[in-house]
């Protein structure tokens, strides 16, 4: 039974919404009887009105849905609780009505014209004021959501910068720069250059739907460059581009998780270091006849976890695990541009290490 | 005041920096040796005894906090008194925090004269009361190198769980209830199998997995014991060593063989469990 709070200012200010509606229903009614009086004919209409909308306000929590917007059965729970809202509240604010106006003679069950018509202002009036409350309340919960969709998309936003820009990246970077100042000015300033560009490209790669496959390899360069200051002489790296494949465009950030990867899991736990080789190739690759791009990035690191190894551990928070958020971000990307035409592998290599793949058929590139 | 020095640092140029700093703020302090990953940090701290080690937190291989818990095991507490454990940290505010909660030392990266001067002063003050401890006439060999040592276990204690706090703060959040069931799959990788908790006698750390076992049985998870350990009830579990977390109330006794080392033996398991310096106040006698 899920818990449910009423907020009773709400409730109060519908009932006195309630409240008016009575007062001019009961001014109808003496405009259509005026020999019943205004007083008697208020007398009824606050008492079935104060029932009607009491069953329906009431009964509504119960029934309706924990992820309900607006606080309201789904439907015909929600006309059977009208319906029958409308129905006790005639019946017994009219029979309470007797008993007090009416010395105690029913009006209820006479089958008369003005019976008739009692009951037909009831439900009409049951139903306008049912519809009036129940659009209210939808509308300003679809307000909330909307809103909270939209706070949800900017903190995703924000975390996926936080991720890009790396705070222990940049802090130890930084690090090292300030040491390089000292030791090694125009070193220093080599470095500054780099990480300027670097994060230059990291901001403003966020949002380009593409971009020429250059750009990305020279973000890589300055990337490799800073964890090269960082890591001397355990990372060594290579970056291959042919000048035909300078332009085609790729998506952003494709290339960077998984050298992000290589140099984390595979090189950095390794005591001596590795090499890592980033690789552009066009030609007709897997014996298809179509003209594809492949991207390889090939490091001799550690390697991936062996195939029978048991699975792996979930992540927590701020843990990069292999596999964790790059390489499924890598794998969404492609998808969304290429659909199921470009493929991803992560492999190991004869020789130790890791080799990952993209392979993107170049039409669409 | 002179005392000898091991830097552990993997970024060569903070390796360098962190030379500097210190042959600018104690020239007297002789560095030893400086290395660039946790087993070759064991290996030179063990041959050269050094009075301090600067210990980087993230290494290859082994890291910082895997060092200072294999040394505080091996090291030979007659030939030499525990050094001055200090951790070198990078960004990672929770490391900065537990740290600060603990009003431990640091150095953090890159290093900053004025805090390392406070650190220096610190490691300076703990060296010149271990000197007055040892050269006092009322220093008997026995009762006075165990209580200094106590005390230096106690404090590695404290700079270890802080620095541990790194990985652990992440994995469990605030007040969140302990783990029941460990997820385990078996070798196919098809199957996952529930294991309780309650059912646990201890796990143990064995390169890249973690042995879960039962009174029966025997599964592997990869959960790394420090993500793990934040997640369990920490009365009901207790590390007693780098690599071995034990259920406390399924030991059944605890000895101690002729070299002097601590282990205990589990109800339902045959297997002695060896137990770390560090954790030996777990079982002093009442």
Redesign the interface.
Known sequence: MTAFSIDWRQVLRHYLQVVAFCFAIAAINTAIWPDKGYGRQLGYSLLIGSLVWGVIEFGRYPLRRPDDPGGWPQGWRRVALTAAGIVLGFAVGSTLGDMLFNDGNATLMRIDRESRVGWLITVAAGIAGSYFFYSRGHRAALAARVSAAERDASEARLKLLESQLE??M???T???L???I??DPARAVAMLDRLDNYLRATLAGARALLHPLEAEFERLGDYLALME????D?LRYSLELPPEARRLQIPPLLLQPLVENSIRHGL????E?GEIQVRATIGATDGSTKPALLLEVLDTGIGL?AA???????L????AAPGGFGLTHVQERLATVYGSAARFTLRPRPGGGTAAQIHIPLENA | MNATALIAEDEPLLAQALRMELQAAWPDLQVLATVADGHSAVREALARLPQVLFLDIRMPGLDGLGAAMELADRWPVDEAPMPQLVFVTAYDEYAVRAFEAQAIDYVRKPVQPERLRKTIARVQQALGNQAVQQASPAHTPTPGADASLEHMLAQWRRVIDAAGATGGAQAAAPGSPPLKFIAASDAGGQTVRMVPVADVLYFEAADKYVRVLTATQEHLIRTPLKQLLPQLDPQAFWQVHRAVVVRSDAIEVVQRDESGRLFLRLRGRPEKLTVSRLYAHLFKAM
């Open positions: 705070p222990h940049l802090f130890n930084l690090a090292n300030r040491v390089l000292g030791l200051v960082r890591m001397g355990r950095e736990p390794k005591v270091g976890p029978d190894a048991p699975a792996p551990a979930p927590a928070a701020g843990d």
